[in-house]
């Protein structure tokens, strides 16, 4: 009997092995891996918070959001210009937004910025992608008025605070998970 609860035991986790694998491609996707890669090294960026922040505003499943946001890093068309703009992207129309590659490429080059603009802070960044520059920028003088640093409790938007968790969370998971597939070395 005892035997038997053994091999059952090793079929068992032959079968919750493969189980596991195809639960994290459902619940953990990861498409266009390739361009993720190539523009975490063009715009210096971690391409497991690219991956995140793709996780978090679409699943890897895009479709317009109720903002007009496109694509699969959810760029509303004004910010794609002010990017297009600043990073001489010539000839740009919303519509290319539906395109993984543009939309990855812009998405990115904003987030780069973003880092920029909050001195690494990828907290900040995340943040302001989500709520933007000018609600950002009023907590951080609001929590230097106070003597600190933004904390990620004292984000006064409720779904902005849940966001910035879920892609720092989705940021680890990418990075336990998809360490090969998104490795940029």
């Known amino acids: 009997m005892l035997l038997c609860l053994g091999l059952t035991g090793v079929v068992g986790l032959s079968q919750l092995s493969k189980l596991n694998g195809a639960v994290r491609e459902l619940t953990l996707p990861l498409n266009h891996a ?3 890669r190539q523009q975490a090294r063009a715009k210096d960026l971690d391409p497991y918070l690219i991956a995140a922040v793709i996780y978090a505003e679409t699943k890897f499943n895009p479709r ?11 760029i ?10 600043k990073s001489g992207g010539t000839a740009f129309v919303p519509t ?8 990855i490429r812009y998405g990115s080059w904003y987030l780069r910025y973003l880092l920029q603009r909050y001195d690494g802070d990828t907290t900040l960044a995340v943040a302001s992608y989500n709520a933007g520059m000018g609600n950002v920028d009023k907590w951080v003088a609001s929590a230097k008025a106070d003597g600190h640093g933004l904390r ?7 779904e902005t605070k849940a966001y910035v968790e ?11 998970k998809y360490s090969k597939e998104l490795s940029v070395r």
């Open 64 to 74: 317009p959001s109720s903002a007009g946001a496109e694509g699969l890093m959810q």
């Open 166 to 176: 879920r892609v720092l969370s989705a940021k680890s998971d990418y990075e336990a």
């Open 152 to 158: 990620v409790d004292e984000i006064p938007f409720p």
């Open 96 to 103: 290319d937004l539906g395109d993984p590659q543009v939309n």
């Open 34 to 36: 390739s361009v993720v």
């Open 76 to 85: 509303l068309p004004s910010t794609a210009l002010f990017i297009a703009k």
